[in-house]
Nanobody, 114 residues
Framework: QEQLVESGGGLVQAGGSLRLSCETS????????MGWYRQAPGKQREFVAY???????GYAESVKGRFTISRDNAKNTVYLQMNSLKPEDTAVYYC????????WGQGTQVTVSS
């Protein structure tokens, strides 16, 4: 069973930065697509960013220019660098990996104080 392990969440003040990591239990190159999603209290899970294994990258409008997704194949890890954080970025952040099927991590809490 594939496992995705997220880390890097925490409490930060508005304007600060965090870097989330998601490590896959098998080789990350077997996944066509890696992505980050988030879910705030009382809201539906929403898309944040994606990266295909051939390099295509995309972001939600709400995070463009502030967040950067990247992957390190040697470490089987995808990252989400989050800068200029806002209170509305507060959520549980989830990693998603897709090949023949999809897998999700357990989530990591990000809290941005005003």
């Amino acid at each position: 069973q594939e496992q995705l392990v997220e880390s890097g969440g925490g409490l930060v003040q508005a304007g600060g930065s965090l870097r989330l990591s998601c490590e896959t239990s098998s080789s990350i190159v077997t996944f066509n697509l890696m992505g980050w999603y988030r879910q705030a209290p009382g809201k539906q899970r929403e898309f944040v960013a994606y990266i295909y294994n051939y390099g295509d990258i995309g972001y939600a409008e709400s995070v463009k220019g502030r967040f950067t997704i990247s992957r390190d194949n040697a470490k089987n890890t995808v990252y989400l660098q989050m800068n200029s954080l806002k209170p509305e970025d507060t959520a549980v952040y989830y990693c998603r990996a897709v090949r023949a099927t999809e897998f999700w991590g357990q989530g990591t809490q990000v809290t941005v104080s005003s």
